[in-house]
């Protein structure tokens, strides 16, 4: 079958590769769709960032190379002799966090993880194999291109829980790619009331409009901590960074009420200087948020397959998996008009 492999920094290739066996409790899936992530996008400008590269991941068994992707759905084409809770022909999304499961009450990601598409062999082909536990059932109101869309948008989800955001929050979204959007987008369906978007490119600031943020900053020509005040002028309840850089960190933390949240959705891939003294002053609390509880998961695709979470909406580009890099990776790259760009694999709705 044809996958998308990544074998180093800005070496992905696509070519012919094996599946691997399926187990007795595992699902063979048909992809039809999978999107690149901002993850994705990282390992191939500065990976391996989670990519095993010196010996097999402990949880998962891969390491590279490995087929990339970790947002896809598809349809169950075969499944294991112990699988009960799937047929032939369904339609599912994949929840791509394996995880040691230590916790009683619930999965944790903070456990340790790995991840279907970085760890081990993902979605960039053709065929997965999937352990039965992580799959879901669409509904049969919703396509398998929203499915591909339930894992980013489960990510702001999860961030919108965590902040234990309430209605008539305020909230400032620093930095409005995919992530950005869908955080835009939950932050409203939590009942967030003014809710401000921010970045350096006009083309996505039109976009965070559209997925619903009432203001939007420019912070490349004004001072965006001065202009949330004029908003604002406590500071926000809760401000998002989801741009992973210096500035935005502390202008997230600078516009944030006393005993306010920032919360961090974003992977920094370089260290920052930054003094805690900020956090003296103010009261302000910082935490971080990475991946989904299965229950967040479930609960998104109710919100996508209910209207409530318009996720569609940060679809910018259909393409080939022949295409991946040029107008996948490297558009991403260049193209600021770019959000979330899906690679076709059957096609299938
Ligand atoms: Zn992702």
């Known amino acids: ?67 990339l992707g970790h947002e896809f759905a598809g349809i169950v084409e075969e499944i294991g002799s112990k699988v009960t809770n799937f ?25 340790g993880f790995g991840t279907l598409g970085l760890h081990v062999d993902g979605g960039f ?5 999937v352990p039965e536990k992580n799959a879901y059932l669409l509904p049969a109101t ?6 591909a869309l339930v894992e980013p948008t489960a990510v702001a989800v999860q961030a919108i829980k965590e902040a234990n955001l309430v209605i008539g929050d305020s909230v ?34 039109e976009k965070a409009l559209q997925a619903g943020a009432t203001h939007i900053i420019n912070s490349a020509e004004v001072n965006p901590v001065e202009e949330i005040k004029k908003i604002c002028p406590e500071g926000v309840d809760i401000a998002f960074e989801v741009a ?16 306010g949240l920032v919360m961090i959705v974003s992977i920094f891939s370089k260290s920052i200087d930054w003094n805690p003294f900020d956090l003296t002053n103010s009261g302000v609390r910082i935490m971080a948020s990475l991946a989904y509880e299965p229950v967040t998961f479930q609960q998104t695709i109710n919100l996508i397959d209910s209207g409530q979470l318009e996720a569609k909406k940060i679809i910018t580009d259909h393409i080939e998996i022949d295409d991946i890099v040029e107008k996948g990776f490297e558009s991403l790259i260049n193209d600021k008009s770019q959000a979330k760009i899906l690679v076709k694999l059957s096609g299938d709705m």
């Open 1 to 67: 079958m044809k996958a998308a492999v990544w074998y180093g920094e800005k070496d992905i290739r696509v070519e012919d590769r094996d599946l691997k066996e399926i187990g007795d409790h595992e699902l063979k899936v048909k992809i039809a769709w999978t999107g690149i992530c901002g993850s994705d996008l990282h390992e191939y400008q500065h990976g391996p960032i989670f990519i095993p590269v010196d010996g097999p991941d402990p949880l998962t068994g891969g390491q590279a190379p490995v087929t």
């Open 244 to 259: 992973g850089v210096e500035p935005t960190f502390k202008q997230a933390i600078e516009s944030t009420k006393i005993r």
């Open 172 to 205: 400032a979204v620093f930095g409005s790619g995919p992530i950005g959007l869908l955080t835009i987008m939950a932050a409203r369906t939590a009942g967030a009331t003014n809710i401000i978007a921010l970045d350096v490119s006009e083309t996505r600031l």
């Open 87 to 111: 047929q032939m022909g369904d339609r599912i999304t994949v929840y791509p966090m394996i995880t040691k499961g230590i916790k009683s009450s619930k999965e944790d990601v903070f456990d």
């Open 142 to 147: 919703m396509s398998l291109e929203e499915g």
């Open 125 to 129: 082909a053709d065929y997965a194999i």
